[in-house]
T-cell receptor, first 112, second 115 residues
Framework: GEDVEQSLFLSVREGDSSVINCTYT??????LYWYKQEPGAGLQLLTY?????DMKQDQRLTVLLNKKDKHLSLRIADTQTGDSAIYFC????????????FGAGTRLFVKA | DAGVTQSPTHLIKTRGQQVTLRCSPK?????VSWYQQALGQGPQFIFQ???????QRGNFPDRFSGHQFPNYSSELNVNALLLGDSALYLC??????????????FGQGTRLTVV
């Protein structure tokens, strides 16, 4: 079945780069996403990547996809204290359905 | 544009009771998906509604049911509540008959506590 796994915690210093990793199992995944959730808030879509792409850059965010290893990463350059949040990796299956599968989330702590 | 709005924001119910949660999609959106997010977990897909019909369903029992109205708003109903149903219930809206949800917007959620 489908599964998305992430490490639970990451701590970085302000100004450093953060790299959050994710692995997924569904080889039919078409789109892979990174969402951000701040305390008491809903989910905010940060960026997404098509499964036929290797990399996508959007300002401070860089997404790398290794389709062979089913590994997705999110790099946040110049991490700020406002980036402290939970980051979810997610995939949408490509079986004619519309279901999005989320990982358990990585809690990012940014130390000033 | 109010975005996706959910009501109520918080709710406390007793085991065995029934609950109805509501979601109004973002203006221009016609598809509503519901997710359950238990504490410390990622959101779990419950089901998605499009054109007033359930299009796809996740691994949730029949106690979880839903409805979409002609104005695209949606309700999630949960019968015979269990303690394990305590969670944040998120609604996401998107547009059209699309495979991906790159345009999906999430509401702030309804925090349901079952005691």
């Amino acid at each position: 079945g489908e599964d998305v796994e992430q490490s639970l915690f990451l701590s970085v210093r302000e100004g450093d780069s953060s790299v959050i990793n994710c692995t997924y199992t569904d080889s039919s995944s078409t789109y892979l996403y990174w969402y951000k959730q701040e305390p008491g808030a809903g989910l905010q879509l940060l960026t997404y990547i098509f499964s036929n792409m290797d990399m996508k850059q959007d300002q401070r965010l860089t997404v790398l996809l290794n389709k062979k290893d089913k590994h997705l990463s999110l790099r946040i350059a110049d991490t700020q204290t406002g980036d402290s949040a939970i980051y979810f990796c997610a995939e949408t299956e490509n079986t004619g359905g519309f279901k999005t599968i989320f990982g358990a989330g990585t809690r990012l702590f940014v130390k000033a | 544009d109010a975005g996706v709005t959910q009501s109520p924001t918080h709710l406390i119910k007793t085991r065995g009771q029934q609950v109805t949660l509501r979601c109004s999609p973002k203006s221009g959106h016609d598809t509503v998906s519901w997710y359950q997010q238990a504490l410390g977990q990622g959101p779990q897909f419950i089901f998605q509604y499009y054109e007033e019909e359930e299009r796809q369903r996740g691994n949730f029992p029949d106690r979880f049911s839903g409805h979409q109205f002609p104005n695209y708003s949606s309700e999630l109903n949960v019968n015979a509540l269990l303690l394990g149903d305590s969670a944040l219930y998120l609604c996401a809206s998107s547009w059209g008959d699309r495979l991906m949800n790159t345009e999906a917007f999430f509401g702030q959620g309804t925090r349901l506590t079952v005691v």
